[in-house]
């Protein structure tokens, strides 16, 4: 039976910043409009949680309305565009992931259901996490963004005032959740 509320996908992927990409996840578990989230993670986004934030996948599947999904499990029900989800964030997004989504190489489940998001035309946000950027990096941008993904790099805002770095983690997320349709309160939000 079909839970009523949505679903999205999330990927943290093996770039540095995957505590924003634990910001995002508990953003989308807290949201009441979220009924499902798919989490994925690259072995090397595996990786990055534990030094970064000393997280395992497990610590993340804890939450609620998570399951946390195998990576190499191309059957899986995200890497099908007859599988109804409402879209998909990679937070953060190697330039690796970047690559192979822009070729359209579906060699994991990450690049597959992000390619599903393209070809559905659902909602898919890149949040690219390198520096500097070379010519390839650019030119996948373009190509990602020209087949209907939003390149969003995490460049954390400071105009909210920030009183650490959660606060910072939090704000970006709830960028992303906006970039994915689920607009929430922030009282971080810019104001005139």
Known sequence: MDTPGLRFTLAITGASGSAFGVATLRRLAANPQVARIALVLSPTGKRCLLDETGLTPKDLAALPKVRLMDERDLGADISSGSFRQDGMALVPCSAGALGRIASGVSESLVSRAADVCLKERRPLVLCLRETPLNRIHLENMLRVHDAGAV???????????????????????????DQLGLREDDPRRWKS
Do not use: E, H, N, Q
């Not at 790099?153 to 909210?160: D, E, H, K, R």
């Open 151 to 177: 390149v969003m790099p995490i460049m954390p805002g400071f105009y909210s005032g920030p009183k650490g770095l959660d606060d910072l983690f939090d704000t970006f997320a709830t960028r992303v959740l």
